[in-house]
T-cell receptor, first 109, second 115 residues
Framework: GEDVEQSLFLSVREGDSSVINCTYT??????LYWYKQEPGAGLQLLTY?????DMKQDQRLTVLLNKKDKHLSLRIADTQTGDSAIYFC?????????FGQGTTLQVKP | EAGVTQFPSHSVIEKGQTVTLRCDPI?????LYWYRRVMGKEIKFLLH????????ESGMPNNRFLAERTGGTYSTLKVQPAELEDSGVYFC?????????????FGSGTRLTVV
């Protein structure tokens, strides 16, 4: 199947860490992606991880990949109000993206 | 470098009417993709152009949707006649030949509301 599943909503306080989780189905995906959509804006590629890695860190972002369980997570350290957005995980299949439903991250001051 | 431009940004039409969405990719990008997000659900692939040719249109929901990319530059997506379930946000993306998904640049999307 092509399902990519995410929880729909996460609320955190400013300064806390946020963890957004995702499960995917296609074990042959070479790369897995996290996109961010701010209100009124397009989809911005935040980060991606190659499938033979289990972790990737990029400043405040940490991506963890558990290939055995087909589980991907995005951790945002020191979450700021500017991080409020919808976060989509995605896998690539035959040159196209298969997205999850998106997780709305609400950051309270 | 100008980004991917989509217009209109919003469109509200009545059921049964026709709407045409336009996407201007980044200049020189041979790959052009259409995706859409029906409210609250996942973003789904619609189709992929390489220059003016349809490479993959497996995601087009039905024959009320017609996509064109004459001359291999901008693309249009026409919905005729529009139905209520067509409401959602339509995204366009483009990339250079050979770049694949990591080279995608998305536009801001067109929010279509069918009433």
């Amino acid at each position: 199947g092509e399902d990519v599943e995410q929880s729909l909503f996460l609320s955190v306080r400013e300064g806390d860490s946020s963890v957004i989780n995702c499960t995917y189905t296609d074990s042959s995906s070479t790369y897995l992606y996290w996109y961010k959509q701010e209100p009124g804006a397009g989809l911005q590629l935040l980060t991606y991880i190659f499938s033979n890695m289990d972790m990737k860190q990029d400043q405040r972002l940490t991506v963890l990949l558990n290939k055995k369980d087909k589980h991907l997570s995005l951790r945002i350290a020191d979450t700021q109000t500017g991080d409020s957005a919808i976060y989509f995980c995605a896998e690539s299949q035959a040159g196209k993206l298969i997205f999850g439903q998106g997780t709305t991250l609400q950051v309270k001051p | 470098e100008a980004g991917v431009t989509q217009f209109p940004s919003h469109s509200v039409i009545e059921k049964g009417q026709t709407v045409t969405l336009r996407c201007d990719p980044i200049s020189g990008h041979d790959n052009l993709y259409w995706y859409r997000r029906v409210m609250g659900k996942e973003i789904k692939f619609l189709l992929h152009f390489v220059k003016e040719s349809k490479q993959d249109e497996s995601g087009m929901p039905n024959n009320r949707f017609l996509a064109e990319r004459t001359g291999g530059t901008y693309s249009t997506l026409k919905v005729q006649p529009a139905e209520l379930e067509d409401s959602g946000v339509y995204f366009c993306a483009s990339s250079h030949e050979g770049q694949g998904v990591r080279g995608y640049t998305f536009g801001s999307g067109t929010r279509l509301t069918v009433v």
